[in-house]
């Protein structure tokens, strides 16, 4: 699976969008980028994830740049329920041998 | 309905023994997973499975047993317990693309 580098902490305001980005400068071609988030004392959650289109759902949007070496991830209106560790991660889709390997992600605050 | 449950989420037990925790998915998912998360919050995968057959065993130490009695439970003892056995341990199951994990068991070796 190929590699991700993230900042390792940001700040957002609530009700402003975070933006949180991802390299992944070594992603190949059926290499999908998954975003999870964990927050403090809980299993890590989905979010989303996308191949090479933009991807939109209920809580956030994911813009995968066009030679696919890094992407961003949004949460148009962040709360302060959405202060977490947030973990991108690429990785093939489906088989039984594929793994999610979480690196150390960014720790997002949100702050009133 | 809890989606991945594991029992117990709190675990306080004396080094030598033994222990299991288990964890059971009603999502009809046939992959299912340990993670280990230690003291630096560093999550590592240690098993999986898929249709109870073991698919990854990321070089844990033989006292730590997986166990899938069936394609919706995914067991896992640990024998002799010692301090660094200490973490937070994740069950998860996926289907392909995405994974629901379950809310940890926090494990104390004294």
């Known amino acids: 699976d190929a590699k991700t580098t993230q900042p390792t902490s940001m700040d957002c305001a609530e009700g402003r969008a975070a933006n949180l980005p991802c390299n992944h400068s070594?992603?190949?071609?059926?290499?999908?980028v998954y975003w999870y988030r964990q927050i403090h004392s809980q299993g890590p959650q989905y979010i989303i994830h996308?191949?090479?289109n933009n991807e939109t759902n209920e809580m956030a949007s994911l813009i995968i740049t066009e030679d696919r070496k890094s992407s961003t991830l949004i949460l148009p209106h962040a709360t302060l329920r959405d202060t977490a560790v947030y973990y991108c991660?690429?990785?093939?889709?489906?088989?039984?041998?594929?793994?999610?390997?979480f690196g150390t992600g960014t720790r997002l605050q949100v702050t009133l | 309905d809890t989606a991945v449950s594991q029992t117990p989420k709190y675990l306080v037990t004396q080094m030598g023994n033994d222990k299991s925790i288990k964890c059971e998915q009603n999502?009809?998912?046939?992959?299912m997973y340990w993670y280990k998360q230690d003291s630096k919050k560093f999550l590592k995968i240690m098993f999986s499975?898929?249709?109870?057959?073991?698919?990854i065993n990321e070089t844990v130490p033989n006292r730590f047993s997986p166990k899938s009695p069936d394609k919706a439970h995914l067991n896992l003892h640990i024998n002799s317990l010692e301090l660094g056995d200490s973490a937070v341990y994740f069950c998860?199951?996926?289907?392909?693309?995405?994974?629901?994990f379950g809310q940890g068991t926090r494990l104390t070796v004294v």
């Open positions: 070594t992603i190949s071609g059926n290499e999908y």
């Open positions: 996308g191949l090479k």
């Open positions: 991660i690429v990785r093939v889709a489906g088989g039984t041998a594929s793994k999610l390997t």
């Open positions: 499975y898929n249709n109870k057959e073991l698919i």
């Open positions: 999502l009809g998912h046939d992959t």
């Open positions: 998860a199951s996926s289907l392909n693309l995405e994974a629901f």
